[in-house]
């Protein structure tokens, strides 16, 4: 057992990023729709007309919704459980090696 459960950590982490850019990646193909203006439109001639036009680069813009915060924390979960994997196994092997002459 004291051999699979690093492996098994290992493995919960890796599935938690997996499962975390997944979900990221997934919520970010859902098309969205930004406000475009005004609901009614403006009367001709009106005193007050005026434009303004902004754009954006939507290929690289996140519009962050749920989807998006659960992706990013099931890959922080994931990589902190990877981490934390990576150290206990270091540490052990570390102790080891010592032979414990001090």
Known sequence: MRQAL???LAALGAALVVAGVAVFWRANTVG???YGGSYA????GSAYE???T???DRSWTVLWTGGHLVG????VLGLLVLAATGG?????????G???AA
């Not at 439109?41 to 001709?44: A, I």
């Open 6 to 8: 690093p492996a098994l």
């Open 54 to 56: 902004l754009e954006v």
């Open 50 to 52: 005026s434009r303004l």
């Open 32 to 34: 969205w729709v930004g």
């Open 88 to 96: 206990w196994l270091l540490g052990r092997r570390s102790r080891r």
């Open 72 to 75: 990013a924390l099931l890959l």
């Open 98 to 100: 010592s032979g414990g």
């Open 41 to 44: 439109p403006l009367e001709p």
